[in-house]
């Protein structure tokens, strides 16, 4: 099969494979080749895949969609992290404290904007008030 796993601005992997897990709305779930089509919601969860020659790969998915069609297996999700194992720690805790870090930046961006945003408009009314009172 192949898996696609895209991310909302670009693909991140495009890998040949034997099995892929995950776990959606309804609970976990193993596709196979073979399989029937699926279209799932996936939960934030860890997203795992084998190659032919038994390479696991893993990423933290912070709900998406999954679709499997024929032998193309497609994984969107809002945030996506590459996980490898650490020493001391598995890779659920890698890949859920690099999502818990990411989404907190996220956070302190969209704040930040919006501060900007604020004291842009403010100027703005500030100005059109001031060319107000002079005409």
Known sequence: MELIIMSPTAIMDQLQVTKVSARGGEGSFTLLPGHIDLLSSLERSILTAVEENGLVHVWGVDG???????DEVLVSSPLIV??????????????????????????????????????????????????????
Do not use: P, Y
């Not at 961006?109 to 060319?131: A, I, W």
């Open 64 to 70: 998406g969609i999954l679709t499997k069609q024929g």
């Open 82 to 135: 590459r996980g490898d194992e650490q020493k001391g720690e598995s890779t659920e805790q890698v890949l859920t404290r690099s999502i818990d870090e990411t989404l907190e930046n996220l956070r302190r961006e969209s704040k930040s904007l919006q501060t900007q945003s604020l004291r842009m408009e403010s100027d703005l009314v500030r100005r059109m008030l001031e060319l107000g009172g002079e005409l």
